[in-house]
Nanobody
Framework: VQLQACGGGVVQAGGSLSLSCAVS????????MGWFRQAPGKERELVAA????????YYAESVKGRFTITRDYAKKTVDLQMLSLKPEDTAVYYC????????????????WGQGTVVTVSS
């Protein structure tokens, strides 16, 4: 599985951004897709995840109601729509994949895209 993330940028607080993770390689069925973020000096944390069917999704409490993880079947991407952004959302965002059930920790994911930087100014 190869992952390529894009879509980061600079936005003012209250604004929105969409991140996209292009997925290629093996079949997508059975994989759990996640978006992590890592702020300076902090551990990488899972902010949103979903299985390929979308039946099972997860959102960190800090982003619930503001972030939405979706999948575009035609484009073969897993996207993260981010609304009402806050300065504390500033981080490097990574998409990741693991086979099987949801994982919450960085070490549980086998495949990673490169990071994309999101900066939210106050």
């Amino acid at each position: 599985v190869q992952l390529q993330a894009c879509g980061g940028g600079v936005v003012q607080a209250g604004g929105s951004l969409s991140l996209s993770c292009a997925v290629s390689g093996r079949t997508f069925g059975g994989y759990f897709m996640g978006w992590f973020r890592q702020a300076p000096g902090k551990e990488r944390e899972l902010v949103a995840a979903r299985n390929w069917s979308g039946y099972n999704t997860y959102y960190a409490e800090s982003v619930k109601g503001r972030f939405t993880i979706t999948r575009d079947y035609a484009k073969k991407t897993v996207d993260l729509q981010m609304l009402s952004l806050k300065p504390e959302d500033t981080a490097v965002y990574y998409c990741a994949a693991r086979y099987g059930s949801i994982g919450y920790k960085e070490y549980e994911y086998d495949y990673w895209g490169q990071g994309t930087v999101v900066t939210v100014s106050s």
